[in-house]
C-alpha cells in the first residue's frame, strides 16, 4: 500500500535533481499564534470526541438525568463535514509564509539556514503540494484539505503508517468540523494566513521525512519531528490511529 501524501512528496523531492536532496533537511517553522490556536481547536475537538465516546461506553456518569446525559453527549458527539474552507493563494500570500518560515528557520537553525533558503529557490510549493494530494482528492488552497495532511504527514512520518484514501477524507472531514466552530474561520484573510503556513509546514516536514529515510536517518528525525507536533498542537500522534472517522485515541 502506498502513501498517498508523504511518499508522493518524496517523489517529488527526489525528481527535482540533487540540489533538492542536499538541502531536505527543512526545519519545521514555529507556528503563529493564530494558526496555533486554530490547530489546538481541532485538538481540542479530538479531545471531545474521546470523551464522547467514553460516555458513550459508560465510563463517565456525572449527568444526573438521563436528559442531561444525552445534552452531554449531544454537545460532545464527533463532529464531521464536508463543508470547504477555501482560501485565495496568490505571490503575495505565499511570499509571505516562506519569508517566514524561512525567517524562523535562521533564528533557529542559523547554520542550515542558508542550505534550507537555497532550497526553496525555484520550487512552487503549492503545485508541489497539489500533485502530492491529488490521490485522496484534496486540495492545496483549502484549510481543512491542508491541515488534514500537515496532521497526515506527520502521523505517517512518526508511525510509519500508512493514511489511506478514506482515511485521509475521513481526517478532512473531522479536521473541518473542528475548524467550522471556530469565528475565526469564517475570515477569508484567516484562512489563507493560516492555510499557507501550513502548506509550508507540512512541505517542510514531507521532503525531509523523504529525504531522511534515504540517508538512513528516518528514526533520529521521527523522534523530532513528534517533538514539533507535540510542541506546537499539543497533540501526541504517536498515540492516535487513522481511521476512516479520522484520527482517534
Not at 25 to 31: A, L, W
Not at 77 to 90: I, K, Q
Not at 173 to 196: C, F, H, S
Request: charged content about 20%.
Amino acid at each position: 500500500m502506498t502513501k498517498p501524501i508523504l511518499a508522493g512528496l518524496g517523489l517529488l523531492m527526489l525528481a527535482a535533481g540533487p540540489a533538492a536532496a542536499q538541502d531536505a533537511y527543512m526545519s519545521p517553522m514555529d507556528f503563529s499564534t493564530q494558526s496555533q490556536a486554530l490547530t489546538s481547536s481541532v485538538i481540542d475537538g479530538l479531545s471531545v470526541e474521546e470523551t464522547a465516546r467514553g460516555e458513550r461506553r459508560g465510563r463517565s456518569a456525572r449527568a444526573s438525568t438521563p436528559r442531561q446525559r444525552a445534552a452531554r453527549t449531544s454537545a460532545a458527539t464527533p463532529r464531521a463535514s464536508d463543508a470547504r474552507l477555501p482560501f485565495v493563494s496568490t505571490p503575495a500570500s505565499r511570499k509571505r509564509a516562506v519569508d517566514a518560515y524561512l525567517a524562523g528557520v535562521a533564528r533557529s537553525s542559523p547554520k542550515e539556514a542558508a542550505a534550507i533558503t537555497a532550497g526553496f529557490q525555484g520550487r512552487d510549493i503549492t503545485g508541489e503540494m497539489q500533485a502530492a494530494m491529488r490521490k485522496p482528492g484534496l486540495d492545496a488552497n483549502d484549510t481543512a484539505d491542508i491541515m488534514a495532511t500537515f496532521l497526515a504527514i506527520g502521523w505517517e512520518t512518526i508511525t510509519g503508517g500508512d493514511a489511506t484514501q478514506a482515511q485521509m477524507k475521513g481526517l478532512r472531514r473531522q479536521v473541518a468540523g473542528n475548524l467550522l466552530v471556530n469565528p475565526a474561520m469564517k475570515n477569508p484573510d484567516t484562512r489563507t494566513r493560516v492555510g499557507e503556513e501550513l502548506k509550508v509546514s507540512a512541505f517542510a516536514v514531507g521532503t525531509s521525512a523523504a529525504a531522511a529515510k534515504r540517508d538512513g536517518r528516518l528514526e533520529p528525525f521521527r523522534r523530532g519531528i513528534a517533538q514539533f507536533y507535540r510542541q506546537q498542537t499539543g497533540l501526541d500522534l504517536a498515540r492516535l490511529r487513522m481511521t476512516p472517522a479520522g484520527l482517534v485515541p
